[in-house]
């Protein structure tokens, strides 16, 4: 039986994928700073409470199990990282990421799989979805954090090149119950009132966490050659619109009044240039008005030929 190593695997993307894990039959090794009862009872799964910045326990982790394959999902937002990113949690990333690559590529480890974002990418105009390839510029404490971290893993593997590494930049995710990075869409960061332009047919990049899960499973099992090392957008297969979150919340969840306005139109093309604020820098899901036009769409096709994106907005759970 292979076993897994997964940080931060108590948080709400972290026990999706050690749940996902256990049931395609490897053995999982979980850590996080605190314990939750998701690891109550489970065949298979062994639960390590530390901090991923606990170079010492990290040490002797690697030294009791032969991983296989490592996923790398502490210090990711949504996960159960605080969306407000300062600068010691920067360096506290850092600290872990700098050793955890570094015994990972100094032992048995044959994968590994790590959970950064899209935000990493340049702000386009263009129509054209957002490649692996296209432009980078993280302007938010988050995205910074996770480029480096990107770039921190790619050091430590040059000189492993039999190692088969996986960087995933996936869209803000959301489950049946997780809907925060949902309704900050269509919620007013001046005064949070709910608000829809028009009537809500622009659409936002999301990541339905089962399309993401999924993905990371495909990997770990089919990717049996470097051919597959590099970086994969993921994402759901289409956008999601802001009507299509106000009806998915009025349908399952409470959603109180939404004021409709006018379309931003020509006028958010005027504003927002001077460079990222202070809160939109901290705040993972700060919300611009200005850029609600910008086109945020993924191009997820080359990790579409591992895995179908078959969970939406409509049928996820």
């Known amino acids: 039986m292979e076993k897994v190593l997964v940080t931060g695997g108590c948080g709400l993307i972290g026990q999706h994928i050690c749940s996902g894990l256990l049931k395609k039959g490897y053995e999982v090794i979980a850590i996080d700073r605190e314990e939750t009862g998701y690891n109550d009872g489970k065949d298979n799964y062994t639960f390590v409470e530390c ?16 991983f296989s394959a490592i996923v790398h999902a502490a ?71 996770k480029y480096s971290s990107e770039k921190m893993m790619a050091t430590e593997m040059q000189h492993h ?15 049946h119950n997780f809907t925060d990075n949902l309704m900050v ?30 993905f990371i499973l495909c990997f770990i099992k089919n990717a049996d050659s470097t051919k ?28 109180g009044a939404v004021v409709q306005k006018s379309p931003a139109g020509a006028m958010s093309k005027l504003k927002g240039i001077f460079g990222a604020s202070k809160e939109e820098k901290q705040n ?21 030929k591992l895995v179908t994106f078959r969970w939406d907005l409509h049928n996820t759970k």
């Open 75 to 145: 210090f990711t937002v949504d996960n159960d990282f605080p969306p407000t990113i300062t600068e010691g949690e920067m360096k506290a990333c850092a600290a872990a990421d700098k050793f955890i690559y570094h015994y990972a590529v100094t032992s048995t480890i044959k994968k590994i799989v790590m959970l950064s974002t899209s935000q990493i990418y340049q702000i386009t105009k263009s129509r054209e979805p957002i490649r692996e390839d296209s432009d980078l510029k993280p302007i938010t404490n988050y995205a910074s954090m």
């Open 51 to 66: 901090d991923p910045a606990d170079k010492n326990t990290i040490a002797e982790l690697f030294e009791k199990y032969d």
């Open 284 to 304: 993972y899901r700060f919300l611009d008005i200005n850029k609600l036009e910008n086109n945020n769409m993924l191009d997820c096709t080359r990790a579409s």
């Open 185 to 214: 869409k269509i919620t007013d960061p001046k005064d949070g009132s709910l608000f829809v332009y028009g009537q809500g047919q622009y659409g936002f990049q999301f990541c339905c966490v089962h399309n993401l899960v999924d």
């Open 228 to 255: 597959y090392s590099g970086v994969y957008n993921v994402g759901d297969k289409l956008l999601t619109s802001a009507a299509d979150i106000i009806t998915f919340m009025r349908e399952h969840h409470r959603l």
């Open 161 to 175: 090149k039999e190692i088969i590494g996986c960087i995933i930049r996936f869209a803000p995710v959301y489950t």
